[in-house]
């Protein structure tokens, strides 16, 4: 130690090329996430390391993000994973979510995690992604927009903020691309349609008949 600076896991073989941190509680764990080695946990003069043998899709982690609920999201060059209460799980292929190279993630106030990818940008609902986490074996709906939705760029930087007004900010090489989340309404899920009243008539001028009304 020098000058108050301390060196947190130098004898470890493991901990290098560190690319993101997160700590969800006071005095809680740091994760510390690695773009060779995986995610680590640092816990009083502890560590843990978590790779592909624990359940990540890959050791290549790109970046962390800490939802609302807790979870530890990690995206890693293979695809999407979360970390909770020690144990990964992961989005697989048979979920059909395809964001390999994935970068910065942002947690709207709907309930949605937006992924930015050397392709665009991938939105997805938390609970369906929690599903396949779960291990289910559903598909996840998703949006994936691109420059022809209007991004100024398909290959985005590791670079995202939350507004205040709950507005997502993403850095691309050619510039900023921002959405209100609020105004944004997914079109992978089927909207229900709830009938009112089923009426009919037996031509022009007779009574109308109804067979159903839901008061």
């Excluded at 369906?128 to 100024?152: E, I």
């Excluded at 989340?181 to 089923?198: A, C, D, L, N, W």
Aim: aromatic share 8%; glycine share 14%; net charge positive.
């Amino acid at each position: 130690e020098r000058e108050g600076w301390r060196r947190i896991g130098a004898d470890n073989p493991y901990m290098t090329h560190i690319q993101s941190f997160a700590q969800a509680t006071e005095g809680g764990p740091v994760f510390a996430a690695s773009r060779r080695s995986g995610l680590f946990t640092i816990e009083g003069g502890s560590f843990r390391r978590y790779g592909t043998n624990e359940g990540l899709p890959s050791e290549a982690i790109n970046a962390l993000y800490l939802g609302s609920a807790g979870d530890l999201w990690i995206a890693t060059e293979r695809g999407l994973a979360r970390w909770r209460g020690g144990v990964i799980g992961a989005v697989k292929p048979v979920n059909d979510l395809d964001v390999e190279g994935l970068g910065q993630m942002l947690e709207d106030n709907q309930g949605r995690l937006w992924m930015a990818t050397p392709n665009g940008v991938v939105v997805a609902e938390l609970s369906d992604l929690n599903a396949a986490c779960d291990g289910g074996t559903n598909k996840v709906p998703h949006r994936h927009f691109t420059r022809a939705d209007g991004l100024p760029q398909n290959d985005f930087h590791r670079s995202a903020v939350k507004m205040k007004d709950g507005t997502l900010w993403f850095g691309t090489i050619r510039g900023i691309a921002a959405i209100e989340p609020v105004r944004f309404r997914s079109s992978s899920r089927k909207t229900g349609v709830r009938i009112e009243e089923v009426a009919y008539s037996t031509g022009p001028g007779a009574q109308v008949r109804r067979i159903l009304q839901v008061a």
